[in-house]
Structures are given as structure tokens and as C-alpha cells.
């Protein structure tokens, strides 16, 4: 129990108080561990607890597959893909690349013309100037994934060249490198994935405004209100809609804040009907065609609403916020919220 | 003025007048605002704590919320479905995550009471540790430590979106009854929500991710916004020194109303020229 | 008048998936046919804001970029870092690449691959790539401090010392300006709170539309000047871009966010359009409960 609960809780504690003080302690050492070391200390802890969670997951999808449970064969992907990712990143690195040296006299325009066509560049004349600037060996600017696929290319390039070497870049450079094994696994898969995961929140946002956006109170539809201009504000169509357009809904607004006072439904449709044609009327002879009012622009009244009442909200909310963490977090120092430890 | 402001009045003075002595010695130099708006919060929020423990009521306002905590995991255990508990997609070192965690287990408490299954999936390896140590204690507390297992707790994935689909996978094939989405989270708080709302499952959402604020509240029943969710284990909980510190905040947000008045119109009158006195120079 | 309420109460209570299925089609048609959909961009004030403190560097100043998001913001954000690259290298500002995700990593290759071969830049004099790291804030701290203490080699391996561009570069305060590709944490608030806002460092940002609303705060106070909002802020700064290198007489391929923005303007309306229709079947629904 001593080492479960009373050793965790003197950590947090201890920590906790020299991270909150120990920014205002003239001493270096102090200081560089506050802004540096404690973020790192976490950081190794966490990459080391990768194993964890990556184990659990493992052993669950391949207990799935074993007893053939309800969709196993989703499963054999989930595995599959881990052991190609693992692969990429620590067992193949499918980085090679060639660097030549020593061009045969004559044979330069040869020689960059087969680069040339092996890049897909239309002007071997720009290789050719990057072989003659070149003082050591020449590293031709693409990468292999297999050394089959490099070898290949070396059997064109050696009638002309006398010294042609086949490398691999560096371990861990080789994730980074443009053309190897793990970036091509990023750029075709993970990022169409994700990117199609992020792109579901288009069609969701549709789904969940058109359910939850009604005009049941004024809050609501202040937020239907204000959604509506923000949305049209912040894409080009937002400029092309036009001060009249506008004005119609500001009507239909003025129509509907005096609707619970104006129990004659006829009387109502007058004053914003009559309220419609009179503004269109008096906007013409203003010559609002021409120049319209910036009140009645679309992305204007969109960006004070960003501005002001949106910024207001928010800094409102931001301020909470940071109390809410504030609090919590001094309740876990002063070891007044043990809850996390399990207890 | 009761005899504790006194002393802690006298407390915080002292505390600051040694640090000015202390300056550019022992303490750093040009930061003494830092340091005095720390000091004074925190010895606001702990003298609150210490009314508390002395026997003072806090009154708490009801939080819709965190009273429909326990009707969610009544409504999953009568319809014989499982509840689901999003911790958020942050690590441990979030104040978010913890405070899911926190609310994570009274939520354990109350399916250990009812015997409804929960599944916990999470996205990161430490938070899975954290998030089973709470479970268990919970499922000990109640009683039922046979109902629990570590496979309640389990990882996806550390990328975002590959978690978001995981958890939608959960939800598509489980159908959950209750859903509960209590952390920090980013731009999957809409997929998880709709996904939820999709599948006809009651529905309590908590982040201080303020973005993501206005998307649980579309999509969820419940919605704890800004410091509701901050307050959950204190509310939850009940303990007196934990109201107490509730209440502390609620104090120290009014002295940062107070101070923010106070600027406004101390840089007003100092705009206006008549005083010579720059508070913003000051802050 | 009976025929209109039903076609309206059809309209307002539609399944889901009708609804994903117009949405898609709303979006997917303006990809294919951008010709059939061309609407003026209209520079937002943050946008021409960041276009101005780019445009205001001289030749040989140094930018440090620094690249926050993934492959799942890459359509936002990546607009905008091929448009801030081109914009950087006809100035010919040298460019110094760094990734607080490891994703930024793939996502600052490509943009500097794509970019650099168009304008003949050359890898060590005119730009290079630092890379990731991991440690989030004590990145920016250390980047703030010192550089080397972080960073001995760069993204390909090469050893910074052995780098030209690198020679005189110590600290931030050696930048003339910094520009963060931010979708979320840490991003553009980590580097104003950790290095710009204390060292004084000129800071501007792109980030997704979502991030904008907790990042206007420091662009009110000006710790960060201006603010390239997503999307339409993307294809902004490429019109704001294109008009300028037309003017400094440099050819170079168009941008992809502009061609993006009709098919989001067409999904705008196609929302606000199902809104209203949800509405009206809201009004005609109540109204026929009150009467029954």
C-alpha cells in the first residue's frame, strides 16, 4: 500500500510543487528542469508505454482471430497493418540510392540522358549542369525502394560510368526519406485515411445541424442566426449575395423577435412585408446598387461577429476553463485529489 | 473579518514581501505579478478547503449532466446493452484526462452496482494503465471484483483519427446504450457524438477543448461546459474539502472579474489622461 | 397549398443518408468541374495582415516555418505552406523547416520537394529541413535557447555544422520572422507563449477553421499578426500570392485551395438550405400538433 499509494502521492506532489514554483527560483538548474527535463522525463516514460498499449491491442485482435469471434477477419487487417508498419520502420529500408563518379570522356549527355528519363525530367541539360557542378560523386536524386529495382538502373548506367555505388540512407532518415518503404506506406495510406476520417465531419456537420439547428427559443435562434451568416460569410458565395437579400432577412429577424408581442398574425406579415418593400425601395433611390452598406455585407457582418460577440464568448469560456484546470490541478498537488492513484 | 482571512491575509503579505526581498537572489527578477497572482490563488482556494474540512455547507448548483450519470448506466443495464467511456485522446499529463479518469470512476461504481458491461477504449498506453487501476478500484469498492477485467480498459490507436474510427467500429457493432465522452478532445468530438446520436444512445459529453464545445452540445443530452467539468469529481464525490475548492475558484473568478473591471477603467482614465498611473505597464 | 406543406415536411424530415448523399454530390461535382463554379476571392484584413509581413522581408532574411499537422488537415493546411514557400522563395528568404509532430516530418518533405525543384532552390543554401522532435513545448523552449542543444543533424542526417545556411543561426531571436502550419497542439499558442511573444519575434499562422476561435485572442493583441483561417484563408493567400508573383514576373502552378473553395461554397449552401427546410417543416409540424 506504501509504494501503490503514499510514494506515487509524495512524487506528485513534490513535483507538482517545484514544476508551479520552480520557474520563479534564480537557479539554472532549477529552471532547466521545470521548462525541459520534466516534459522529457515524460516523454521517455510515454514512448516507453507505447509497448503497453500496442501488446494489449495485439493480444485482443489476435484472441479475436483465434476463436474466430464476430468479424475476425477485420481483425487480420488490424494485425496485418501493424506488422507492415513495424517492418517498414525497423526490419526493411527500402531507402537506396545510387552516386556515380569517374563519367566516361564523351559520355556525359548519355549519362544524364538516362537520369533524365529515369526522374521523368524533360530537360537532361538541367542534369547534365548538376553532373559537371558536382565536385565529389553525384547522388541521383531518387530513391529505391528495392535494391533489385537500383541494380537495374546501374547495369544502364555502367557501359558509361566507372564508378557507380549502390547506399542505403541512414536508419531512421530512411522513415523521413521521399521514395523508401515507411513513406511510401504514409502518403498511400495513412494520409487518404486519415484525411477521409477528417472529411466525414463535413457530412456529420450537415447531419447535425440540420436536426439540431431549430427555432425553438431566442438562444436558438440567435445560434441559427449566427451559423447561417458564418457560414455563407466565410466562403466566396457569402460576397455574392446581395444587400437586398440581406435585407429581407434582417425584416424576417425584426418579423420574429416582434412575433410573441404582435398577436395578429395578419398585422405582423404587414409590418414585415411593408417593412421588406420600403427598404428595397428607400435602397434603390440610395443607390445601394451601386455601392451597398457594409451592414448589409455578408462577410462583413461575418467578421464582426468574429470579432465581437464569437471573441467574447469564447474568452469568456477560455477564462472558466483555465480556473477549472487551475483548481484541479492544485487539488492534485496539495494531494487533496488522490482519484488518478486509483483511490 | 474572521480570524483565518487575517492569517491568511498575513500569510500571503509575508510570502510576497520575502520574495521581493529575495529578488534577483534567490528568485527571479521581474516577475512578481506571476508569483503574487499564484500565491493569492491558491491561498484563496485552500482557504475555502479549510472552511469546508471546518464544517461549512457548500451549495452547489445542480449540474444536469453529472445527475444523469447514473440514470445513463440505469438505462444501459435495463435495455441489457453496455455503456462506453471515452477518456479523451490525450495522455495523463492533460488535466482533461484526469478529470475524465476521476469521473471515469464513479461511472465504474455505479456498473459495478447495476452488473452493465463497460468498455473503456483509449489512446494512449499510460492513460489504459491509469484508467485500470481506477476500475478496479471501483469495482472493489462496490463490491463486485469479480465483474471486473482488464479487457474493460483497452487501446486502439495513439493516432487520432484511427482512434475515432476504432471507437465508431465499438459503437456500430456494440450499440451501446449510454456514451460518455469526458476528456480533452479535437476534431473526432463530432464523429464519436453523431456516431452516438446515430445509434440511439444516451449521450453526456464533458471537454475544456472549448472548440469542440458547441459540437457536443448539438449532439449530445448532455453537455458539461467550461468548469462543470472541471467541478465532476467534486460533485460526484461529495467531500467537503473538495466543495470547498469549488467554491474557492468560483471566488477567485470573481477577483478576476473585479481585476479586469478595475483595468478597464484605470486604463481609461489613463488613456483619457487623467491619471498618469499605466496599470497595463504594471500587468 | 397542402401539396407545398407535404413537400416541405418531406424535405425537412429526410434520412441521413439522403442528406451525406447531396452533401457528397454538392462537393465532388465543383472538384471535377471547377469551370462550371468561379467565384471571386476576396482577401479577409488577417490575410492580407500575414501577406504584408511576408511581403515586407528583404532578400537574405531568414524565416524559420514550422509545420504542426498531419495527413488529416493536409487539405486545409498544405495549401497554405505551398503558397508561403513560394511566396519565401521568390523573395529569396532563406527558409529553415522544423515539425513539433511527427507527422510534419512527411508533410514538410513534400511541400519542400513540390516547391524548391519549381524555383530551383537548393538544398543547405536556400532552404533546409530540421525535422521533428519530440519534447512538444521544451522543443520551442530549446529552440528559443539554443538550437544545437536540440538539433545535431538535420532531417536527412547531415550534420548541422556542415550546413551554410546554419553558420550564423543560434537561436530564434536569429529569425526574422516565424510561420507556424498549426492544426492543434502544440502549435501557433506554444511558440507565442515559449519563444515569439518573450523574445520578440514576429509570429503569423495558418491554421484549420476550427482553431481559429481560441487563436484570435493573441491576434487581437497582436501577439500573433494575422491569421490564414483554413481553407478560404489558404486560397486567399495563394490569390494574394499569385497577383504578386505576376507582378515580379514568376510563372508558377496554381494553387489547389482556390479551386477547393467552390465546392465548399456549394456545401455551405446546400447546409444552410437543409437548415431552413428543417425549419419550416419544424413550424408546419408544431403548428399541425397544435391544431390536432
Not at chain 1, 405582423?268 to 411593408?274: K, Y
Not at chain 2, 453529472?66 to 495523463?92: C, H, N, Q, W, Y
Not at chain 2, 448539438?218 to 467531500?239: P, V
Not at chain 3, 497554405?80 to 522563395?89: D, E
Request: aromatic share 12%.
Amino acid at each position: 500500500m506504501f509504494f501503490k499509494r503514499q510514494i506515487p502521492l509524495l512524487i506528485v506532489i513534490g513535483v507538482g510543487l517545484l514544476t508551479l514554483f520552480g520557474r520563479f527560483i534564480n537557479n539554472e538548474a532549477v529552471r532547466g528542469f521545470v521548462s525541459n527535463d520534466a516534459t522529457q522525463w515524460f516523454d521517455i516514460i510515454a514512448s516507453f508505454a507505447i509497448f503497453l498499449g500496442a501488446l494489449n491491442m495485439l493480444k485482443l485482435q489476435l484472441i479475436k482471430i483465434i476463436k474466430k469471434q464476430k468479424n475476425w477477419q477485420y481483425s487480420i487487417l488490424a494485425v496485418g497493418g501493424f506488422a507492415f508498419a513495424i517492418f517498414a520502420g525497423f526490419f526493411y529500408r527500402g531507402a537506396n540510392y545510387i552516386t556515380i563518379s569517374d563519367i566516361q570522356e564523351g559520355e556525359l549527355t548519355s549519362v544524364s540522358g538516362i537520369i533524365a528519363e529515369e526522374l521523368n525530367e524533360s530537360n537532361p541539360f538541367n542534369i547534365e549542369t548538376k553532373l559537371l557542378d558536382s565536385k565529389d560523386a553525384y547522388e541521383i536524386d531518387k530513391i529505391f525502394m528495392t535494391e533489385g529495382n537500383a541494380k537495374i538502373f546501374m547495369e544502364k548506367l555502367t557501359p558509361y560510368v566507372d564508378t557507380i555505388t549502390l547506399n542505403s540512407k541512414p536508419w531512421g532518415a530512411h522513415v523521413q526519406t521521399k521514395g523508401s518503404l515507411f513513406y511510401w506506406m504514409f502518403i498511400n495510406t495513412i494520409t487518404p485515411l486519415g484525411a477521409t476520417m477528417f472529411a466525414l465531419l463535413a457530412f456529420f456537420v450537415a447531419s447535425a445541424s440540420y436536426r439540431a439547428f431549430r427555432i425553438r427559443n431566442f438562444e436558438a435562434t440567435l445560434l441559427l442566426v449566427a451559423g447561417i451568416i458564418l457560414m455563407l460569410g466565410r466562403v466566396p458565395i457569402g460576397n455574392l449575395i446581395p444587400w437586398w437579400v440581406v435585407s429581407i432577412m434582417v425584416m424576417f429577424g425584426i418579423g420574429a423577435i416582434a412575433a410573441p408581442f404582435i398577436k395578429k398574425r395578419k398585422v405582423l406579415l404587414g409590418i414585415v412585408g411593408g417593412g421588406i418593400i420600403i427598404f428595397i425601395i428607400a435602397g434603390t433611390l440610395m443607390g445601394w446598387n451601386q455601392t451597398p452598406p457594409a451592414f448589409l455585407s455578408i462577410p462583413i457582418i461575418q467578421d464582426w461577429i468574429f470579432a465581437f460577440p464569437a471573441m467574447a464568448g469564447s474568452r469568456a469560456l477560455m477564462i472558466g476553463i483555465a480556473l477549472g484546470i487551475v483548481a484541479t490541478s492544485f487539488r492534485i498537488i496539495i494531494g487533496l485529489d488522490k482519484s488518478v492513484l486509483g483511490g | 473579518m474572521n480570524n483565518k482571512v487575517i492569517m491568511w491575509s498575513m500569510l500571503f503579505l509575508i510570502l510576497l514581501g520575502l520574495y521581493i526581498l529575495g529578488e534577483g537572489i534567490i528568485f527571479v527578477e521581474g516577475i512578481r505579478v506571476k508569483f503574487a497572482a499564484i500565491l493569492l490563488v491558491s491561498i484563496t482556494i485552500y482557504y475555502y478547503i479549510d472552511r469546508a474540512r471546518s464544517g461549512e455547507e457548500i451549495y452547489l448548483r445542480t449540474i444536469p449532466g453529472l445527475k444523469a450519470l447514473e440514470e445513463a448506466v440505469g438505462r444501459a443495464t435495463e435495455m441489457g446493452k453496455s455503456v462506453l467511456f471515452v477518456p479523451g485522446i490525450s495522455d495523463l499529463d492533460q488535466v482533461e484526462t484526469i478529470t475524465g479518469l476521476n469521473i471515469l470512476g464513479h461511472v465504474a461504481e455505479h456498473t459495478a452496482k447495476y452488473e452493465a458491461s463497460l468498455n473503456v477504449p483509449v489512446s494512449k498506453s499510460i492513460v489504459m494503465e491509469a484508467g485500470r487501476d481506477i476500475c478496479k478500484e471501483s469495482y472493489l469498492k462496490s463490491g463486485r471484483p469479480d465483474l471486473y477485467s482488464d479487457d474493460m480498459v483497452h487501446y486502439i490507436s495513439d493516432e487520432q483519427f484511427a482512434y475515432a474510427a476504432g471507437v465508431n467500429g465499438i459503437m456500430e457493432r456494440e450499440k451501446p446504450a449510454a456514451c460518455f465522452y469526458l476528456g480533452k478532445f479535437y476534431a473526432e468530438s463530432l464523429i464519436l457524438a453523431e456516431t452516438g446520436n446515430s445509434i440511439g444512445a444516451i449521450q453526456i459529453a464533458g471537454t475544456g477543448s472549448m472548440a469542440q464545445i458547441p459540437f457536443f452540445v448539438t449532439a449530445c443530452d448532455y453537455t458539461l461546459i467550461g468548469e462543470e467539468f472541471f467541478t465532476a469529481s467534486a460533485y460526484l464525490s461529495k467531500k467537503p474539502e473538495l466543495l470547498g475548492s469549488i467554491k474557492g475558484q468560483d471566488i477567485v473568478k470573481l477577483m478576476v472579474m473585479a481585476t479586469m473591471i478595475l483595468t478597464v477603467v484605470l486604463n481609461g482614465l489613463f488613456q483619457a489622461g487623467w491619471i498618469s498611473f499605466d496599470i497595463l505597464s504594471y500587468l | 397549398m397542402e401539396t407545398i406543406k407535404k413537400i416541405f415536411i418531406l424535405l425537412g424530415s429526410l434520412d441521413r443518408r439522403i442528406i451525406f448523399f447531396i452533401v457528397g454530390l454538392s462537393v465532388l461535382i465543383p472538384l471535377l468541374k471547377p469551370e462550371w463554379v468561379n467565384l471571386p476571392i476576396r482577401p479577409t484584413p488577417e490575410s492580407q495582415i500575414v501577406f504584408d509581413e511576408i511581403n515586407n522581408l528583404n532578400e537574405g532574411d531568414k524565416v524559420l516555418l514550422s509545420f504542426e499537422y498531419g495527413p488529416s488537415t493536409k487539405p486545409e493546411i498544405h495549401p497554405m505552406a505551398i503558397a508561403i514557400l513560394k511566396h519565401l522563395y521568390a523573395k529569396n528568404i532563406q527558409v529553415y523547416g522544423f515539425a513539433l509532430w511527427p507527422d510534419g516530418n512527411f508533410m514538410s518533405t513534400e511541400a519542400f520537394s513540390e516547391v524548391s525543384v519549381e524555383f530551383d532552390k537548393k538544398y543547405g543554401i536556400d532552404y533546409v529541413n530540421l525535422g521533428f522532435k519530440p519534447g512538444q513545448e521544451a522543443v520551442i523552449t530549446g529552440i528559443a535557447s539554443d538550437i544545437r542543444t536540440l538539433y545535431t543533424v538535420d532531417l536527412k542526417g547531415t550534420p548541422i555544422n556542415d550546413i551554410p545556411m546554419m553558420k550564423d543561426v543560434v537561436n530564434i531571436e536569429d529569425f526574422d520572422f516565424v510561420f507556424s502550419l498549426s492544426a492543434g497542439f502544440p502549435g501557433s499558442k506554444e511558440w507565442v507563449q515559449y519563444a515569439c511573444d518573450p523574445k520578440n519575434i514576429p509570429l503569423s499562422t495558418g491554421c484549420t477553421s476550427i482553431q481559429v476561435t481560441d487563436i484570435m485572442p493573441y491576434v487581437e493583441n497582436n501577439q500573433i499578426r494575422g491569421i490564414l483561417a483554413g481553407m478560404p484563408g489558404a486560397a486567399e493567400y495563394e490569390s494574394l500570392v499569385e497577383t504578386e508573383l505576376q507582378k515580379m514576373k514568376i510563372t508558377a502552378t496554381p494553387g489547389k485551395a482556390t479551386g477547393m473553395m467552390a465546392a465548399q461554397s456549394i456545401a455551405h449552401v446546400v447546409i444552410v438550405l437543409f437548415i431552413i427546410f428543417g425549419n419550416i417543416t419544424y413550424f408546419i409540424t408544431r403548428k399541425k400538433k397544435r391544431k390536432g
